[in-house]
């Protein structure tokens, strides 16, 4: 349905007006990168080492970590992002299509984040070429962590591919009011544009966004990902099929709380209330909660099956897990989260915008820490052990836990920057798909 109280110029206000506030964020956001690359580069000189991680053995502790549990969580923002986008233009959801292209690149932005932590992780970033690239031809045939590295690049060609698509159609028709300095981009993004491609590009997104549903849990977030650790029997604390599942909520879970946050400062800082409306936010709020519920419901699944007449070896770990202050904390924030957003529902009057945000912050915090102990206990409560004697235990180096705050900026950084190059909402979501800018798209395409 479009918006008929936002236009064109609506949606330009973030390329044409930067603030002092704009400034002041980017170089916050800046100066942390910095400091971390700073802390990296204290990493690579001194090795894994200065982190909370060890070797299995004699060195006692767990090999993966807040990296590999930070990891997963950016990679479920990310798949969680394209799938509510993918929805969107699926089912014709024309109340949230002014988040959608929001969505997609909050994607992207996890994305980068997530393969950022893979190069963190590996203590060596050539690695990444000596142990990976050359060896893909056969690897690709037998380890499930490459396996891995194929979805998220699949992932990541379908998102920008379908980013694509989209920004040509609006690009074209609003050349004449976007900046100047960026014309070489625009042109590259829009060679070889005719109006006849828009009915092509329209069903070119909607199998895009079709493949991406159909994806979503035979591969990517329902699939590979959790089949890592899904499969592995010796690890009572990851084996199970309840993990494709489990892993696909909490990607939908935190990553419209990622777009409700990002929404309500897009709407804060340019005046977006009649583009980014209090009925998309209640709309994007009851499926927070709705999301949050089969979460926590998935949860309740692994915890029951976990201490009643369970195995030893799963009983040992649900209970270490259950009985963890981060696992209590994390249900509590969840509880909280339900519990308002029922009350909103009952009553319209409850529903705040701030609330929600905190909510959706609440909800960002519980997936992040849900992940990291699931990395974490699954890796310290294996079935056969043979350094029972030797202590060990993991707790986040100040690196690791600053990693997460950094990578946070970093993406901040990354939306700060794009807001400026390309409408962030497009231009279907605030007119209809009439004749508008037609006049300039054909003088373009001659």
Not at 118 to 138: K, L
Not at 168 to 192: E, N, S
Not at 352 to 381: C, D, M, P, R, W
Request: hydrophobic letters at 55%.
């Amino acid at each position: 349905m479009a918006n008929i109280d936002a236009g064109p110029d609506d949606i330009l206000k973030p390329m044409k007006k930067t603030s002092k506030l704009w400034y002041l964020a980017f170089g916050l956001g800046a100066a942390i990168a910095l400091v971390w690359f700073a802390a990296w580069g204290y990493q690579l000189q001194n090795g894994l080492i200065v982190t909370g991680l060890a070797d299995w053995g004699s060195g006692g502790g767990v090999t993966w970590g807040l990296y590999i549990g930070a990891f997963i969580w950016w990679v479920g923002i990310a798949h969680g992002g394209i799938i509510l986008s993918a929805a969107v233009r699926l089912f014709g959801m024309k109340r949230y299509q002014p988040v959608a292209r929001i969505a997609e690149l909050l994607t992207l932005g996890a994305l980068g984040m997530a393969g950022m932590y893979i190069v963190f992780h590996t203590g060596r970033p050539d690695r990444m070429v000596v142990s990976v690239v050359n060896a893909y031809p056969w690897t690709v045939t037998s380890s499930p962590l490459v396996w891995d590295l194929t979805v998220i690049t699949l992932y990541l060609v379908l998102t920008a591919t379908y980013l694509g698509l989209t920004l040509r159609y609006d690009i074209v028709r609003l050349r004449h009011k976007l900046p100047d300095h960026f014309g070489p981009l625009y042109a590259i993004m829009t060679a070889g544009y005719t109006k006849k491609e828009d009915q092509i590009i329209e069903r070119m997104v909607w199998w895009l966004a079709l493949g991406i549903i159909i994806l979503a849990p035979l591969l990517l977030h329902g699939g590979v990902i959790p089949w890592l650790f899904a499969l592995l029997g010796s690890m009572p604390g990851w084996a199970g099929a309840i993990q494709g599942p489990q892993f696909l909520t909490i990607a939908l879970t935190s990553a419209i709380a990622g777009v409700i946050i990002i929404s309500y400062l897009l709407r804060w800082a340019y005046d977006w209330d009649h583009v980014l409306t209090d009925d998309m936010f209640r709309g994007l709020t009851a499926w927070l909660g709705f999301f949050t519920l089969m979460f926590i419901w998935l949860q309740l699944q692994q915890v029951i099956t976990g201490v009643y007449a369970a195995p030893i070896d799963v009983e040992y770990v649900t209970i270490a897990t259950i009985t963890h202050p981060i696992y209590i904390m994390m249900f509590l924030c969840v509880v909280v989260i339900l519990g308002y957003i029922f009350a909103q529902t009952l009553n319209e009057r409850i529903f705040s915008l701030k609330a929600s945000v905190a909510a959706s912050v609440l909800a960002l915090y519980a997936t992040l820490t849900e992940k990291i102990l699931f990395v974490v206990e699954g890796l310290q409560y294996p079935t056969f052990s043979f350094y029972h004697a030797v202590p060990g235990a993991y707790f986040p180096s100040n690196i690791e836990m600053f990693s997460v705050v950094a990578t946070i900026a970093m993406c901040t950084l990354f939306f700060l920057l794009i807001v400026k190059v390309v409408p962030v909402v497009e231009l279907h979501a605030v007119e209809d798909h009439g004749d508008h800018g037609d006049e300039h798209a054909t003088e373009v395409s001659s």
